[in-house]
């Protein structure tokens, strides 16, 4: 399995953006599928993930009123839309992928990423 992170960008604070994470293959498993970020100089942090096949979510507090996780299986890509970003959202932000029946799963496991996508939040 690959995943490809994209959508990062440079944006103001207050802005928005919309990352995409798709996935090379498919699988009938269940599976989570979710976000993580990691600041210069900090831990990488989760942020969000979402079961596959039920669409059940999980936020972070940090992010949870501010970020939207998303699916289309059609197009077998995940999302994550961030608004009203903050300069302490600025990071490399990673998605990750692993087999789990619960979506908490994620956040102890991960067994494939994606390359990163750089969100700088900037006046």
């Known amino acids: 399995v690959q995943l490809q992170a994209s959508g990062g960008g440079s944006v103001q604070p207050g802005g928005s953006l919309r990352l995409s994470c798709a996935a090379s293959?498919?699988?009938?498993?269940?599976?989570?599928i979710g976000w993580f970020r990691q600041a210069p100089g900090k831990e990488r942090e989760f942020l969000a993930a979402i079961m596959w096949n039920s669409g059940i979510t999980l936020y972070s507090d940090s992010v949870k009123d501010r970020f939207t996780i998303s699916r289309d299986s059609a197009k077998n890509t995940m999302y994550l839309q961030m608004n009203s970003l903050k300069p302490e959202d600025t990071a490399v932000y990673y998605c990750?992928?692993?087999?789990?029946?619960?979506?908490?799963?994620?956040?102890?496991?991960?067994?494939?990423w994606g390359q990163g996508t750089l969100v700088t939040v900037s006046s």
């Open positions: 293959t498919r699988t009938f498993s269940s599976y989570v």
């Open positions: 990750a992928r692993r087999q789990a029946d619960v979506v908490t799963a994620l956040k102890y496991r991960q067994d494939y």
